[in-house]
């Protein structure tokens, strides 16, 4: 990607994506989160533990969604913020107002990617978390190894003759509440992260947008001597 590529992707995120992206969230929001209580989210996540150590595959759904609508807005704030870089005006003394301007929205971008980075360790955290806590009450089964041995006598002859059965057995730990409850505790908050993360990473669409609307002049031309064109851009703002 040349530097004429990247600010046009830039452009495309700051003038659409940040405006489409946050309906997005909204409307995410909206369709896969209709728990009207954490109380009712618990007491459905516990009826439905697998006893055999299965997923909650709704949870692990929302998990892996927010891994990936996380992906998505780091690679669309590393955009907004290199369209911010390219405009960057060469060095001189005098005159920086525009500049600091730049430097403060680039910050500000830069912080709330930084939050979402953090995002995509979500779905690995809660896996292992709960594994850990449904392998205390999980079925395991083993395998055993009988042998028998027969004798048999023809005549004066004597023979042995060694049997040997192999056979699966399930045992079944004894079944504490406190361990189906804390898995189930566990799938209500990775719900209610996987809300808060979605809403976060909404919100800072909006604020992303908003910053950029409020300072688009100096942040397209941060001296106000018509640099931002210089670069044989033309920019749609």
Same mark, same amino acid.
Not at 52 to 75: F, H, Q, T, Y
């Given at each position: 990607?040349?530097?004429?590529?990247?600010?046009?992707?830039?452009?495309?995120?700051?003038?659409?994506?940040?405006?489409?992206?946050?309906?997005?969230?909204?409307?995410?929001?909206?369709?896969?989160?209709?728990?009207?209580?954490?109380?009712?989210?618990?007491?459905?996540?516990?009826?439905?533990?697998?006893?055999?150590?299965?997923?909650?595959?709704?949870?692990?759904?929302?998990?892996?969604?927010?891994?990936?609508?996380?992906?998505?807005?780091?690679?669309?704030?590393?955009?907004?913020?290199?369209?911010?870089?390219?405009?960057?005006?060469?060095?001189?003394?005098?005159?920086?107002?525009?500049?600091?301007?730049?430097?403060?929205?680039?910050?500000?971008?830069?912080?709330?990617?930084?939050?979402?980075?953090?995002?995509?360790?979500?779905?690995?955290?809660?896996?292992?978390?709960?594994?850990?806590?449904?392998?205390?009450?999980?079925?395991?089964?083993?395998?055993?190894?009988?042998?028998?041995?027969?004798?048999?006598?023809?005549?004066?002859?004597?023979?042995?003759?060694?049997? &040997? #059965?192999?056979?699966?057995?399930? +045992?079944?730990?004894?079944? /504490?509440? @406190?361990? *189906?409850?804390?898995?189930?505790?566990? !799938?209500?908050?990775?719900?209610?992260?996987?809300?808060?993360?979605?809403?976060?990473?909404?919100?800072?669409?909006? &604020? #992303?947008?908003?910053?950029?609307? +409020?300072?688009?002049?100096? /942040?397209? @031309?941060? *001296?106000?001597?018509?640099?931002?064109? !210089?670069?044989?851009?033309?920019?749609?703002?």
């Amino acid at each position: 990607m040349d530097v004429q590529q990247a600010l046009e992707a830039g452009e495309v995120v700051i003038s659409s994506r940040l405006a489409a992206r946050s309906s997005e969230m909204s409307e995410l929001l909206a369709a896969k989160f209709t728990h009207t209580s954490l109380e009712k989210a618990a007491v459905e996540f516990e009826a439905a533990l697998d006893p055999e150590g299965g997923v909650n595959p709704d949870i692990a759904a929302l998990a892996a969604l927010v891994r990936e609508e996380a992906a998505k807005s780091i690679d669309d704030f590393k955009q907004a913020e290199m369209w911010i870089s390219l405009k960057a005006p060469s060095i001189s003394d005098g005159n920086n107002f525009g500049v600091d301007v730049q430097n403060y929205v680039a910050a500000e971008l830069k912080g709330m990617r930084h939050a979402m980075q953090i995002m995509i360790d979500g779905a690995s955290n809660y896996h292992w978390q709960r594994g850990n806590a449904l392998e205390k009450s999980a079925k395991s089964g083993e395998q055993v190894t009988e042998e028998s041995e027969a004798t048999e006598k023809d005549g004066d002859k004597v023979t042995s003759k060694l049997n &040997k #059965a192999t056979k699966t057995s399930c +045992k079944q730990p004894p079944q /504490l509440a @406190d361990f *189906r409850r804390y898995a189930a505790a566990l !799938d209500v908050k990775q719900y209610h992260a996987a809300y808060c993360q979605v809403t976060d990473m909404r919100n800072c669409y909006i &604020k #992303a947008r908003v910053l950029f609307e +409020k300072n688009m002049k100096r /942040l397209n @031309d941060p *001296r106000g001597e018509g640099e931002g064109g !210089d670069r044989g851009v033309m920019s749609m703002f």
